[in-house]
């Protein structure tokens, strides 16, 4: 079983920047493959970046890459999202997810993650 508590939202500007955090609780997070989704109000739950166990692998969004960086610390059982250049449409509720995966590499469809994290709203203002 393993918890996942995101933090960092919040509201800014377009063209500024959030660094979100999402820490997880039990001994096995690097056996855990991270991504980030987001939801925005009537829209399905998308993919947006993801990482693999060791953190050497990582996948995009279209919409986000070059935008934002996925990064792991496994000592402290920690997955980021810095979210640099932020657009109005990148507004939404951010979402962690963890998926159990022998494999180094990241998936990137939410049916396949096995827990999730409850959200943080990050708002960006034109």
């Known amino acids: 079983q393993v918890q996942l508590v995101e933090s960092g939202g919040g509201s800014v500007q377009a063209g500024g920047s959030l660094r979100l955090s999402c820490a997880a609780s039990g001994r096995t997070f690097s056996s855990y493959a991270m991504g980030w989704f987001r939801q925005a109000p009537g829209k399905e739950r998308e993919f947006v970046a993801a990482?693999?166990?060791?953190?050497?692998?990582?996948g995009y969004a279209d919409s986000v890459k070059g935008r934002f960086t996925i990064s792991r610390d496994n000592a402290k059982n920690t997955v980021y999202l810095q979210m640099n250049s932020l657009k109005p449409e990148d507004t939404a509720v951010y979402y962690c997810?963890?998926?159990?995966?022998?494999?180094?590499?990241?998936?990137?469809?939410?049916?396949?993650?096995?827990?999730w994290g409850q959200g943080t709203q990050v708002t960006v203002a034109s």
């Open positions: 997810a963890a998926k159990q995966y022998g494999v180094n590499y990241y998936r990137t469809y939410k049916e396949e993650y096995d827990y």
């Open positions: 990482i693999s166990w060791s953190g050497s692998n990582t």
